[in-house]
């Protein structure tokens, strides 16, 4: 690809000066619109060290509203970005709607930078792009702009460049050891360049290459660039959103059609009830093949949580001290003992390494980004457990049945789900998820005894009975998502909870098993 690019592309200051402003005039416009649209954006700059990037986002910003972006500068990963997975710190960085965040630098440093000093090994390598494709991806999908600016220029201009940095003592210090080893070795690290470009560069975020060698040329790429992809994004919204309007209409329409059917109208839809109902029969069940009659005597109970828990003590300290973290995730339905097992899970662990994150309806800061970003911000650095009442599977349960997401949504979570746990597991984590399971008789029992206590009254709700009575649909839901998201690096355990001893202890016993089994391996 670079091989391919004319860096001798110039452009004069009288032309320059005639199209920069209606360029900047339209960029602000845009910046407006994005944010009336509540479109996310990321503008990624990368390239050769000396290409200009931060000269660049100078004249980009100076054309927006500086209330509306934020820059940020990526540099070597700090002691606590270190101890998190690689994208932690780039989903925490995301955009809520309607506002842009730039990036000097990127998460492309890992397989750039980190890759030529040989931080990244080539084993790593697919599992890298993997990650960043599939980031890109969950961003784009959820209605973000992704911009990504390659700037390009030549060895002897890269050198030239840094000399003249590297003379003047108020820009010497811009001028690492690292960046005159990379200009020595300048066709080695285009080629690292070239296989990033090539792939990584997708239909939902392409790379442009920018002649740099003449900055007003770039300048004007770069804006160019810009207005465009934000032009394009703002028809796609409005499009969509005029399709929506229509459908809406349609569907009121449709439905005093429905009204006045007529009797083969009533057999077309016997028909698919009967198949529906066909379908339901042939489905994966996984949660029927619980065997909820186990359980322990309080005796037995007792013995075994006190030794487990002693167990966890130790190997709490361990992780720790081994940098090893670990995300544990709790689901099941209402009164299905996630807060006991919780409860008895922590009982000896010390409260500094381990946080208990309870899971709520999105707030309107969460809303404002992509599902799984509040979920990202909580998750552990090396050697810290994180517990999840309730987790990001909300996507595919409640948000499905309730009609919080559209299908499209709910239909890709598995895929956005499985890609960020494998990158939990990649970057060292143990990662496992609990469905606390009890059957409906039982869960009955729990209301009533909780209505009928004055000091459990608070733990039952109307939403509660309320979701009871879609009992069947979010079975249909959990076996599928059971089925469809349960791998061998973050692996489902259904917990048979009727009785209360038992699922504290299987959870207890499952999390024990899992860290012993890593300290043997590491």
């Not at 000097?104 to 890992?110: A, E, L, N, P, T």
């Not at 920018?210 to 703002?234: G, P």
Request: with cysteine; charged share 35%.
């Amino acid at each position: 690809m670079l091989e391919k690019v004319d860096l001798t592309k110039k452009i004069s200051k009288e032309e320059y000066k005639e199209k920069m402003p209606q360029l900047e005039s339209k960029l602000g416009r845009l910046q407006r619109e994005c944010k009336a649209l509540g479109i996310p954006v990321l503008i990624v700059f990368e390239g050769f060290g000396a290409a200009g990037k931060g000269l660049q986002i100078g004249h980009l910003i100076q054309s927006m509203d500086p209330r509306g972006f934020e820059v940020h500068p990526v540099k070597n990963e700090t002691e606590e970005e270190r101890m998190h997975p690689f994208m932690w710190r780039f989903w925490t960085k995301t955009p809520a709607r309607g506002r842009i965040a730039i990036f000097d630098g990127s998460w492309y440093r890992k397989v750039l930078i980190d890759r030529f000093e040989k931080r990244t090994k080539a084993k790593d390598l697919p599992a890298a792009f993997h990650s960043i494709n599939s980031f890109e991806q969950q961003l784009a999908d959820d209605g973000n702009l992704i911009i990504k600016l390659f700037l390009d220029i030549d060895k002897k201009e890269q050198k030239k460049r840094f000399d003249k940095l590297a003379k003047n003592k108020e820009t010497a210090w811009r001028v690492s050891q690292g960046d005159r080893e990379r200009n020595a070795h300048y066709d080695e690290y285009a080629a690292l360049m070239e296989d990033m470009l090539f792939n990584t560069d997708t239909d939902y975020a392409p790379w442009t290459i920018v002649e740099s060698m003449d900055r007003r040329f770039a300048t004007l790429k770069i804006y160019t660039t810009v207005i465009k992809a934000m032009a394009d994004q703002i028809e796609k919204v409005q499009q969509q959103n005029i399709a929506k309007a229509v459908e809406k209409a349609d569907k009121a329409e449709a439905e005093g059609v429905v009204r006045k059917k007529e009797t083969n109208g009533d057999e077309i839809e016997e028909i698919a009830r009967e198949a529906d109902a066909q379908m339901k029969d042939l489905q994966v069940s996984i949660l029927s093949k619980a065997d909820l009659s186990l359980s322990y005597t309080r005796e037995e109970y007792k013995e075994k949580l006190d030794k487990l828990q002693k167990k966890m003590d130790k190997l709490h300290g361990e992780l720790y001290r081994r940098r090893i973290p670990v995300v544990l995730g709790f689901e099941g339905w209402d009164a299905g003992g996630k807060g006991g097992a919780i409860k008895r899970l922590t009982a000896k662990m010390d409260a500094r390494g381990y946080v208990v994150n309870p899971t709520a309806s999105p707030n309107d800061i969460e809303k404002a980004h992509h599902y799984l970003w509040r979920f990202w911000r909580a998750m552990p650095k090396d050697g810290h457990v994180a517990i999840f009442d309730r987790t990001w599977y909300g996507r595919v349960m409640v948000e499905r049945i309730e009609g919080f997401c559209t299908t499209e949504e709910w239909k890709r979570a598995y895929k956005e789900i499985n890609d960020m746990e494998k990158d939990l597991y990649n970057a060292g984590a143990i990662v496992i998820k609990f469905w606390m399971h009890i059957d409906k008789d039982e869960q009955e029992r729990r209301f009533k005894e909780r209505q009928e206590n004055p000091e459990k009254q608070w733990k039952i709700t109307d939403e509660d009975w309320r979701n009871r009575e879609k009992w069947d649909q979010y079975e249909d839901a959990v076996n599928e998502m059971l089925m469809r998201t349960s791998t061998d690096y973050a692996p489902w355990v259904v917990v048979e909870g009727n009785s209360k001893y038992y699922a504290r202890v299987k959870v207890l016993q499952t999390v024990v098993d899992a860290i012993e089994k890593r300290l043997k391996e590491e």
